[in-house]
C-alpha cells in the first residue's frame, strides 16, 4: 500500500462538500482510504489516528487544505489525487443553468423578489458573514432561522433586540432544528402536524421529543429552536420567551413543552414567569435541574398524556417497568457472552444533549461517570480525546467539528473512535446516539454496520436511534441493519442509555 498527498493552498470548501470529496475517492477502484479536509488540529489529529498523516500536514495551517490518499500503488494513490484535483476545480465553477431560465437569486433581496409572499430565511454561511445576512433578512421583513455558528454574542443580541422589536423572531445562532408549519428545517424529522408545541434551546433535545411524541400518536403545531446561548443572562432569553408566548397564542398549539439546558438565573425567572401567566399547559424540561419531567422521553410522554388527557402516572409507571425490563436483559445478555471484557462504558454522542441526558440517567447506575461536556458531580476529561473511566463524550463539541461537517452528517470521527475504543481492554460497552431525518447523515446503517460488526466482537454495542416512520433513512431498517451487526438498538435515547448503563455495571461486578 502507498499513501500519498498533496497541500493546497488557497481553496476552501464548506465540510460537507470536502466530506462528499473524500467519499468519492474511497470509492476509486485500489483505494482503500482517502481524505480531503481543512488542517485543523481536530482534523489533523483524525488523520493520525488514521495513519494518513503524512510528515509534510504536520506543519499545516488550518487555511491549508489537505488530500490524502493510501492506495494499492503509488500510481493509483497519484490518480486519486488528479481526480482530487479535478473534482474540485469543477466545483468552483458556476452551475450551468436553462437560458430560458431566470438566474438564480445571489442575494436575500433578489430571493424576496423572486418569491413574493415568503416569511423566513434559513441563513447557513460562514459565520463571520452571518450576522449581515440575517440584518439583510429582518430589514426585508423576514423571521430567520439562523443555523451559522461562530457568529459573536454581540451581534445575536442585536439582531435579537432587533427581531423583538418588529414581532419577528431570530432562531439561533447555531440553531439545529426547526418545524415550521410542517416544514422540517436543518436537522429535522418527519412528523405529523397535531396540539403540541416545542420551544427549544438544544437541537437534539427538541428532535428526540418530537420523535417520541410522533411514535406515540401525537402531532407537533411548530418547533421553534432558539440556540443554546439564547438562554444565557447575556441575551436574556429573547427568542425563547418571544417563542413560548408565539405558542401561547397560536390556536393550534394545546400544550407547550420547554427542552433547554438549565437557563442562566435571570432568564429562568423570565421563564417561570411567563409559564404562570399562561394559560395552557406547560412542560419544562430544564436537564439537569432534577424534578418532573427529567428527561426527554418522559416530557414527551407527559405532552401525549396531556393532550390525550390519560393518566400521566401511569405513562411514567410505563418507562419504569420498562427501565426494569431493560436490567434483566443487561443480565441476560452478559450471561450469554463467555467471557465479557473491561469494566467501563464509552458513550460516543453526535447530540450534545443526549451526552447531557446520558449523565442524568446513567446516574446511580454507574460510578467514575467523565465528560468534555460535564454536568455537576461528573468530572471533567483532562482532554477530550483521551477517555477515562466511563466516559461520555460530546463529538459536537468545538474541539471535535472545527472544520468538519457536524457528526451526525459525517460519521468518519466516530467510525475511527468506535474501532479504537472497541480495542482498548478496560473498554466493556459502547453507547451510540443514531439521528434520523433531513439534514443528518443519509445512509447511517451503511456507514456503522462494518464498524460495528467489528466492534460487537470485542464489546458490547448499544444504538439509540431518533427517528420516525417518515423519516427519508427509513427508519426500520436502519434498525434492522444495526441489529443484524450486533448492536442492542432502543428507540429512545434513555432506553439506550439505561441499556448500556446496566451492561457495564454487570460486566464491571464480573470483572472485579
Request: glycine share 8%.
Amino acid at each position: 500500500m502507498k499513501t500519498l498527498g498533496r497541500i493546497k493552498q488557497g481553496f476552501y470548501f464548506d465540510s460537507v462538500t470536502l466530506m462528499r470529496l473524500g467519499r468519492e475517492l474511497s470509492g476509486t477502484t485500489g483505494v482503500s482510504e482517502a481524505s480531503v479536509v481543512m488542517a485543523t488540529e481536530a482534523n489533523k489529529s483524525i488523520l493520525d489516528m488514521s495513519g494518513l498523516l503524512l510528515p509534510e500536514f504536520k506543519k499545516t495551517s488550518d487555511q491549508d487544505l489537505l488530500i490524502v490518499v493510501k492506495a494499492k500503488d503509488a500510481a493509483t494513490a497519484k490518480t486519486a489525487l488528479d481526480k482530487a484535483e479535478e473534482l474540485m476545480a469543477r466545483k468552483k465553477k458556476p452551475a450551468a443553468t436553462d437560458g430560458d431560465a431566470p438566474p438564480a437569486p445571489r442575494d436575500i433581496p433578489s430571493a424576496v423578489a423572486a418569491l413574493p409572499g415568503a416569511n423566513l430565511a434559513l441563513i447557513s454561511v460562514a459565520g463571520r458573514y452571518a450576522a449581515r445576512e440575517a440584518r439583510k433578512a429582518l430589514d426585508a421583513g423576514l423571521h430567520v432561522m439562523l443555523f451559522s455558528d461562530n457568529v459573536s454574542i454581540e451581534d445575536e443580541i442585536t439582531l435579537k433586540k432587533l427581531a423583538h422589536k418588529h414581532d419577528r423572531l431570530v432562531m439561533g445562532p447555531d440553531c439545529g432544528t426547526c418545524i415550521i408549519n410542517g416544514v422540517p428545517l436543518a436537522f429535522a424529522n418527519v412528523v405529523p402536524k397535531g396540539p403540541i408545541g416545542i420551544v427549544g434551546a438544544s437541537g437534539t433535545g427538541t428532535q428526540e421529543v418530537a420523535c417520541i411524541i410522533a411514535n406515540e400518536g401525537s402531532g407537533i403545531s411548530q418547533a421553534i429552536g432558539t440556540g443554546g446561548r439564547d438562554i444565557k443572562d447575556a441575551v436574556g432569553g429573547i427568542t425563547f420567551l418571544d417563542a413560548m408566548q408565539a405558542l401561547a397564542d397560536d390556536p393550534n398549539t394545546e400544550v407547550i413543552v420547554l427542552v433547554a439546558k438549565p437557563p442562566e438565573p435571570k432568564v429562568l425567572k423570565k421563564i417561570y414567569t411567563l409559564i404562570r401567566k399562561t394559560s395552557k399547559p406547560v412542560l419544562a424540561l430544564m436537564l439537569g435541574e432534577g424534578g418532573s419531567p427529567a428527561t426527554l422521553e418522559q416530557a414527551a410522554h407527559l405532552a401525549v398524556a396531556q393532550v390525550k388527557g390519560t393518566d400521566p402516572v401511569k405513562a411514567m409507571e410505563r418507562l419504569e417497568r420498562r427501565n426494569a425490563i431493560l436490567k434483566k436483559e443487561a443480565d441476560q445478555i452478559v450471561a450469554r457472552r463467555k467471557k465479557a471484557k473491561g469494566r467501563y462504558l464509552r458513550g460516543l454522542f453526535s447530540g450534545g444533549t443526549f451526552c447531557t441526558e446520558a449523565q442524568i440517567v446513567l446516574d446511580g447506575i454507574l460510578r467514575h461517570m467523565t465528560s468534555n461536556a460535564p454536568l455537576k458531580g461528573v468530572k471533567k476529561l483532562k482532554n477530550a480525546w483521551t477517555f477515562e473511566k466511563n466516559a461520555l463524550v460530546d463529538l459536537g463539541e468545538d474541539e471535535f467539528t472545527v472544520g468538519r461537517a457536524h457528526p451526525m452528517i459525517d460519521f468518519t470521527l466516530r467510525r475511527q473512535m468506535i474501532l479504537d475504543e472497541a480495542a482498548k481492554p478496560d473498554t466493556a460497552v459502547i453507547l451510540l446516539d443514531v439521528v434520523l431525518g433531513h439534514g443528518a447523515n443519509p445512509t447511517p446503517a451503511v456507514e456503522l454496520v462494518p464498524v460495528i460488526k467489528k466492534a460487537a466482537r470485542q464489546v458490547f454495542v448499544v444504538a439509540g436511534v431518533t427517528g420516525t416512520i417518515g423519516d427519508p433513512q427509513n427508519r426500520a431498517q436502519v434498525v434492522e441493519a444495526l441489529r443484524a451487526a450486533g448492536a442492542y438498538v432502543q428507540l429512545s435515547n434513555v432506553a439506550a442509555c439505561t441499556l448500556a448503563g446496566y451492561l457495564a455495571a454487570t460486566v464491571a461486578r464480573k470483572n472485579r
